[in-house]
């Protein structure tokens, strides 16, 4: 069985994240969520793998709304309507970067922190792969899901 | 002063020179680096006071980045601005020679309280 983060330090990490570039405007609140598919029409998601003294992935996964605020706040438009794919990509990523590398700090190492892979749609996860942890939020009445999967080992 | 941010996503370079204005450091010139390369010749033809730097980028990392510096005999302050912030992390980083990291999520008191004494 791998090793799994605590999901309240999964959620403590995605809160101080959040708070940190969407919090003044609300905050985001942990829901109840059945496992399986994200529940959103459009969604913006992306992953980062940790390898070494442990193996995990751990992806996030916006709805669309979410992530055009997320990308309007943190690179500071007036206009949704300025930020382009690039600029959500990355802000989704650096989203997914600062919490993969805030739960690769509280799981055994010495490991490493993948470049974080960004898709305009929701995850997806090998047949293999097994999830650990998950935390599912709302924000502004719209999902948020963090979920870390552990790696496949053959 | 000069300060060089090196990030390979525009969104954190925006927001630590958004940070560094918040913490009181607005007034300095500010040269942006998309990866270790990048850094690393901006370094030299810049000639900044500090550099700010991410750890995981593509085509050469953080740490790669200032291991460079210092085997060319470059003493340029640098810090670190990563999403990585374990003891393991800040060990790395002093022993290559970094004077600080910074973990994100940061505030702008997390920046003065690394940047204090360190820009005229």
Redesign the interface.
């Known amino acids: 069985m791998t090793l799994a983060p605590e999901v309240t330090d999964v959620q403590a990490i995605v809160e101080?994240?959040w708070s940190?570039?969407l919090g003044e405007e609300e905050p985001l609140l942990p829901r109840l969520a059945e496992p399986g598919q994200f529940a959103a029409d459009e969604a913006w998601s992306a992953a980062v793998s940790i390898s070494g003294g442990w193996d995990a992935t751990v992806t996030v996964e916006l709805s669309a709304p979410v992530a055009l605020s997320l990308?309007r706040t943190?690179?500071?438009l007036d206009d949704i309507d300025d930020a382009e794919d690039?600029?959500v990509a990355?802000?989704v990523?650096?989203l997914v970067?600062?919490?993969?590398?805030?739960v690769?700090?509280l799981m055994p190492?010495?490991s490493v922190?993948?470049?974080p892979a960004v898709a305009a749609g929701r995850a997806a996860h090998p047949s293999g792969a097994a999830e650990i942890a998950r935390f599912d939020g709302i924000w502004a009445g719209e999902p948020v899901r963090v979920a870390v999967h552990a790696i496949p080992q053959p | 002063m000069k300060i060089l941010v090196a990030d390979d996503s525009k969104v954190m370079r925006q927001i630590v020179i958004r940070t560094l204005r918040q913490a009181g450091h607005g007034g300095h010139d500010i040269v942006e680096a998309e990866n270790g390369r990048d850094c690393l010749e901006k370094v030299s033809s810049e000639q900044p006071d500090l550099v700010l730097s991410d750890w995981n980028m593509p085509e050469m990392n953080g740490i790669d980045c200032l291991g460079a510096l210092r085997a060319q005999g470059s003493q340029v302050k640098f810090g670190f601005v990563t999403s990585e912030g374990s003891d393991e992390m800040r060990a790395r980083a002093a022993a290559a020679g970094a004077l600080f990291l910074i973990a994100k999520p940061f505030t702008a008191e997390t920046f003065n309280e690394a940047l204090d004494g360190l820009l005229g």
């Open positions: 101080q994240v940190s570039f990308t943190m690179l500071g690039g600029d990355d802000a990523g650096e970067n600062m919490v993969g590398g805030n690769k700090s190492g010495p922190l993948s470049l």
